[in-house]
């Protein structure tokens, strides 16, 4: 069974600072995809980034990029020039392309963007 | 536009009553899921179907039942024997895409 961990409930950031989320996982399986996920207050998934495990180039999208470290299962969020905004909870996703092709979730980081 | 729609936004149970989650899409995907997030945890797989009058159980199946007549609609049944209902749940969809999950708004269900 797959498992992923977030060890970070809480993080708090400046507006226009750089944070890091933290993620980790645990497979067997070779072939998996990696994600992170926002929900905001209005409890809406959102989809950040998405990675494939193949791929050894690091998913980058605008602010928001990944370190993606195979060997060490480990999937971590770089959030730059942070934004008001970015306030959610952050949810760190894994999946395989076989099988039940569901999503596991970690517990959650609970990102906040002070002013 | 194609999305999901869950609904109610708001449900409340009493104890010992059954009530159904309604999810419904218009994507035209062949895979929908159930998921459950409570307080400090994340989301949690309850039921899910692959394609039309066929699902499996997910991590938490106990007290709920599911059923997927149409390829658009796959509501969820929270029985009495569920005995922690009061959750958020969550109803998505999913393409052949590897990464091509979409999310409804989901149903806040509260015992009373």
């Known amino acids: 069974a797959q498992t992923v961990t977030q060890s970070q409930p809480e993080m708090s950031v400046q507006e226009a600072e750089t944070v890091t989320l933290s993620c980790t996982y645990d497979?067997?399986?070779?072939?998996?995809?990696l994600f992170w996920y926002k929900q905001p207050p209005s409890r809406q998934m959102i989809l950040v980034i998405r990675?494939?495990?193949?791929?050894?180039q690091n998913a980058t999208e605008n602010r928001f990029s990944v370190n993606f470290q195979k060997a060490a299962k480990s999937f971590s969020l770089k959030i730059s020039d942070s934004q008001l905004g970015d306030t959610a909870m952050y949810f760190c996703a894994f999946m395989t392309d076989t099988g039940r092709r569901a999503l596991t979730f970690g517990s959650g980081t609970r990102l906040q963007v002070q002013p | 536009d194609g999305g999901i729609t869950q609904s109610p936004k708001y449900l409340f149970r009493k104890e010992g009553q059954n009530v159904t989650l309604s999810c419904e899409q218009n994507?035209?995907?062949?895979?929908m899921y159930w998921y459950r997030q409570d307080p400090g945890q994340g989301l949690r797989l309850i039921y899910y179907s692959q394609i039309v009058n066929d699902f499996q159980k997910g991590d938490i199946a106990e007290g709920y039942s599911v059923s997927r007549e149409k390829k658009e609609s796959f509501p969820l049944t929270v029985t009495s024997a569920q005995k922690n209902p009061t959750a958020f749940y969550l109803c998505a969809s999913k393409d052949r895409v590897a990464y091509g999950y979409t999310f409804g708004s989901g149903t806040r269900l509260t015992v009373v």
């Open positions: 994507l035209n995907h062949d895979a």
């Open positions: 497979t067997s399986e070779s072939n998996y995809y």
């Open positions: 990675q494939e495990a193949y791929k050894q």
